[in-house]
């Protein structure tokens, strides 16, 4: 398995534009994470999912983000409309639902918001 | 959710052993102790976990105290790709099954 996929690795857009962020999990893995990492916040965790569900989205910091997972092995995150304060590395992490089993992080994509 | 507490930094030189410890005192019967890194402009990285007893792995050991209130990470001979940041995490496996990181400690490693 190539591990989670995330896509763009970079996105540079202007305020108040449409930012999709994409993320594909690991084939298998039930549960999908999303997480936001700035320099004063930290990795926070945004919402995750346990086979597409929603199950915890309390992370997610205001209504112009929302998060869809339609099937197994696809999931966005969006952001509309985007402010500069969404400037962040955001990563998406994969992991089986069994007890004491890792989760699988993608590389990330980092989003500039001008 | 169960929180950790870490020293913000650490330093080690090369091939020295280092010990990174994790206070969890509020930890519940339930929770599993995860250890991650996170190396420059890099997504996190698992390193080990445990539940009771110690754990040892290619990267790493994991020693956790007989109450679970604290655990250490061992790293045996430091190199210099071991400079990250080190997140402790306890995960509540069974409930809500979530990752929550902390602030983590930095490890610096010098030659």
């Known amino acids: 398995d190539a591990g989670v996929i995330q896509s763009p690795r970079h996105e540079v857009t202007e305020m108040g534009q ?50 869809k997972m339609p099937n197994a092995s696809f999931s966005t995150l969006k952001i509309q409309p985007s402010e500069p304060r969404d400037s962040a590395v955001y990563f998406c992490a994969s992991s089986p639902r069994r007890r004491g089993t890792e989760a699988f992080f993608g590389q990330g994509t980092r989003l500039t918001v001008v | 959710d169960a929180k950790t507490t870490q020293p913000n930094s650490m330093e080690s030189n090369e091939e020295e052993p280092v010990h990174l410890p994790c206070n969890h005192s509020t930890i519940s019967g339930t929770d599993y102790i995860h250890w991650y890194r996170q190396l420059p402009s890099q997504g996190p990285e698992y390193v080990i976990h445990g539940l009771t007893s110690n754990v040892n792995n290619r990267m790493a050991s994991l020693a956790i105290a007989e109450d679970r209130k604290s655990s250490t990470l061992i790293l045996h001979r430091a190199t210099l790709r071991d400079a990250a940041v080190y997140y402790c995490i306890l995960r509540d496996w069974g409930n809500t099954d979530k990752l929550i990181f902390g602030t983590g400690t930095r490890l610096q490693v010098f030659p």
Not at chain 1, 39 to 65: Q, T
Request: hydrophobic share 35%; with cysteine.
């Open chain 1, 18 to 67: 449409e930012v999709t962020l994409r993320c594909k999990p690991i084939s298998g893995h039930d549960y999908l994470f999303w997480y936001r990492q700035t320099m004063m916040r930290g990795l926070e965790l945004l919402i995750y999912f346990n086979n597409n569900v929603p199950i915890d989205d309390s992370g997610m910091p205001e209504d112009r983000f929302s998060a």
